[in-house]
Protein backbone atom coordinates (compact mmCIF):
# COMPACT_ATOMS: atom_id res chain seq x y z
CA UNK A 1 0.00 0.00 0.00
CA UNK A 2 3.14 2.14 -0.13
CA UNK A 3 2.88 3.72 3.28
CA UNK A 4 5.85 5.38 5.02
CA UNK A 5 5.76 7.09 8.26
CA UNK A 6 7.14 6.35 11.73
CA UNK A 7 5.45 3.91 14.47
CA UNK A 8 6.59 4.30 17.81
CA UNK A 9 6.91 1.65 20.52
CA UNK A 10 4.94 1.03 23.44
CA UNK A 11 6.48 1.66 27.06
CA UNK A 12 5.80 -2.12 27.82
CA UNK A 13 6.93 -4.09 24.27
CA UNK A 14 6.31 -7.98 24.55
CA UNK A 15 9.61 -9.81 24.12
CA UNK A 16 8.05 -12.46 21.64
CA UNK A 17 6.47 -9.96 19.74
CA UNK A 18 8.74 -6.88 19.24
CA UNK A 19 6.68 -3.73 17.65
CA UNK A 20 9.48 -3.30 13.87
CA UNK A 21 6.77 -1.20 12.99
CA UNK A 22 6.96 -0.62 8.21
CA UNK A 23 10.15 -2.49 8.93
CA UNK A 24 8.37 -5.48 9.89
CA UNK A 25 9.03 -8.64 7.40
CA UNK A 26 6.33 -11.20 9.13
CA UNK A 27 3.38 -11.55 6.43
CA UNK A 28 -0.18 -11.27 7.99
CA UNK A 29 -2.72 -13.66 5.59
CA UNK A 30 -5.98 -12.51 5.85
CA UNK A 31 -4.29 -8.95 5.27
CA UNK A 32 -2.49 -10.38 2.64
CA UNK A 33 -5.34 -12.31 1.45
CA UNK A 34 -7.45 -8.97 1.80
CA UNK A 35 -5.49 -6.50 -0.15
CA UNK A 36 -4.23 -8.64 -2.41
CA UNK A 37 -8.09 -9.40 -3.76
CA UNK A 38 -8.51 -5.32 -3.91
CA UNK A 39 -4.98 -5.15 -5.09
CA UNK A 40 -6.49 -7.07 -7.98
CA UNK A 41 -9.81 -5.60 -8.33
CA UNK A 42 -8.84 -1.86 -8.33
CA UNK A 43 -4.83 -2.15 -9.31
CA UNK A 44 -4.25 0.79 -6.81
CA UNK A 45 -4.73 1.83 -3.33
CA UNK A 46 -5.80 5.32 -4.98
CA UNK A 47 -8.67 3.42 -6.90
CA UNK A 48 -10.10 1.55 -4.06
CA UNK A 49 -9.98 4.31 -1.67
CA UNK A 50 -11.78 6.84 -4.61
CA UNK A 51 -15.39 4.75 -3.06
CA UNK A 52 -14.27 2.92 0.18
CA UNK A 53 -12.68 2.81 2.96
CA UNK A 54 -11.97 -0.04 5.86
CA UNK A 55 -12.69 0.92 9.42
CA UNK A 56 -10.88 -1.64 11.68
CA UNK A 57 -13.30 -2.52 14.35
CA UNK A 58 -10.44 -2.88 17.11
CA UNK A 59 -7.29 -1.39 15.77
CA UNK A 60 -5.66 -3.35 18.76
CA UNK A 61 -3.54 -5.61 18.86
CA UNK A 62 -3.62 -8.08 21.91
CA UNK A 63 -1.05 -11.16 22.68
CA UNK A 64 -0.72 -13.99 24.89
CA UNK A 65 2.55 -13.69 27.11
CA UNK A 66 3.95 -16.54 24.61
CA UNK A 67 3.16 -14.22 22.00
CA UNK A 68 -0.15 -15.69 20.52
CA UNK A 69 -2.67 -13.58 18.95
CA UNK A 70 -5.78 -13.20 20.94
CA UNK A 71 -8.50 -11.83 19.22
CA UNK A 72 -11.27 -9.89 20.34
CA UNK A 73 -13.85 -12.07 20.71
CA UNK A 74 -11.72 -14.27 22.59
CA UNK A 75 -11.60 -12.03 25.27
CA UNK A 76 -13.85 -12.18 28.56
CA UNK A 77 -15.66 -10.43 31.31
CA UNK A 78 -15.13 -6.96 32.18
CA UNK A 79 -12.20 -6.37 29.61
CA UNK A 80 -14.13 -7.53 26.58
CA UNK A 81 -17.55 -5.51 27.61
CA UNK A 82 -15.24 -2.39 28.04
CA UNK A 83 -13.40 -3.30 24.97
CA UNK A 84 -16.69 -3.33 23.03
CA UNK A 85 -17.56 -0.25 24.13
CA UNK A 86 -14.84 1.73 22.97
CA UNK A 87 -15.23 -0.21 19.40
CA UNK A 88 -18.64 0.67 18.86
CA UNK A 89 -18.04 4.62 19.66
CA UNK A 90 -15.20 4.44 17.39
CA UNK A 91 -17.13 2.75 14.77
CA UNK A 92 -20.17 4.73 15.00
CA UNK A 93 -17.49 7.58 14.65
CA UNK A 94 -16.54 6.59 11.58
CA UNK A 95 -20.19 6.19 10.34
CA UNK A 96 -20.85 9.97 10.87
CA UNK A 97 -18.02 10.99 9.22
CA UNK A 98 -17.84 8.85 6.43
CA UNK A 99 -22.16 8.15 6.02
CA UNK A 100 -21.51 5.14 3.97
CA UNK A 101 -24.67 4.06 2.11
CA UNK A 102 -23.06 -0.03 2.45
CA UNK A 103 -21.69 -1.42 5.85
CA UNK A 104 -19.51 -4.59 4.90
CA UNK A 105 -18.63 -6.29 8.02
CA UNK A 106 -15.68 -8.46 7.51
CA UNK A 107 -16.48 -11.70 9.82
CA UNK A 108 -18.92 -12.40 11.89
CA UNK A 109 -17.74 -10.68 15.25
CA UNK A 110 -17.33 -7.30 13.17
CA UNK A 111 -21.55 -8.16 11.90
CA UNK A 112 -22.34 -8.87 15.39
CA UNK A 113 -20.54 -5.58 16.54
CA UNK A 114 -22.58 -3.44 13.45
CA UNK A 115 -25.88 -5.58 15.10
CA UNK A 116 -25.42 -4.09 17.97
CA UNK A 117 -25.73 -0.25 16.63
CA UNK A 118 -28.64 -1.43 14.86
CA UNK A 119 -30.14 -2.11 18.37
CA UNK A 120 -28.89 0.81 19.91
CA UNK A 121 -30.20 2.98 17.08
CA UNK A 122 -27.18 4.08 16.01
CA UNK A 123 -27.28 2.59 12.69
CA UNK A 124 -30.29 2.50 10.54
CA UNK A 125 -30.81 -0.78 8.57
CA UNK A 126 -33.38 1.08 6.43
CA UNK A 127 -30.56 3.69 5.34
CA UNK A 128 -27.89 1.62 4.94
CA UNK A 129 -27.43 -1.77 3.09
CA UNK A 130 -25.66 -4.21 5.51
CA UNK A 131 -24.11 -7.28 4.57
CA UNK A 132 -21.12 -9.50 5.88
CA UNK A 133 -18.28 -11.17 4.11
CA UNK A 134 -16.60 -14.10 4.99
CA UNK A 135 -13.71 -13.10 6.87
CA UNK A 136 -9.94 -13.85 5.07
CA UNK A 137 -8.32 -15.72 8.11
CA UNK A 138 -7.57 -19.20 7.46
CA UNK A 139 -8.48 -19.83 10.66
CA UNK A 140 -12.52 -19.44 9.61
CA UNK A 141 -14.71 -22.04 8.96
CA UNK A 142 -15.57 -23.12 5.09
CA UNK A 143 -12.50 -20.72 4.30
CA UNK A 144 -11.18 -22.61 0.99
CA UNK A 145 -10.74 -20.79 -2.40
CA UNK A 146 -11.45 -17.22 -0.35
CA UNK A 147 -10.14 -15.18 -2.76
CA UNK A 148 -12.83 -16.75 -5.73
CA UNK A 149 -15.60 -16.91 -2.61
CA UNK A 150 -15.03 -13.05 -2.02
CA UNK A 151 -15.31 -12.10 -5.50
CA UNK A 152 -18.33 -13.70 -6.45
CA UNK A 153 -19.88 -12.49 -2.76
CA UNK A 154 -18.59 -8.98 -4.16
CA UNK A 155 -20.66 -9.05 -6.83
CA UNK A 156 -23.54 -11.05 -5.31
CA UNK A 157 -23.90 -8.23 -2.73
CA UNK A 158 -23.66 -5.05 -5.44
CA UNK A 159 -20.22 -4.14 -4.13
CA UNK A 160 -18.24 -4.30 -7.39
CA UNK A 161 -19.31 -1.42 -9.00
CA UNK A 162 -17.80 1.21 -6.20
CA UNK A 163 -14.74 -0.97 -6.57
CA UNK A 164 -14.61 -0.61 -10.45
CA UNK A 165 -13.88 2.75 -12.24
Known amino acids: MQLRGQVYKPVVELEARPVQGLACTRGEQSGQRWWGLY ?53 KTALDLFNPVIVVSVGRYTEDR ?15 QLSCMP ?24 VMPYLQS
Open 114 to 128: VKALVKQNVLDPNRV
Open 39 to 91: EQLCGTPENFFRNCFVWNICPLAFFHASGRNITPAELKGPAKTRIQQVCNEYL
Open 135 to 158: HPSPRSLNNTNWLEKARQWLVDHG
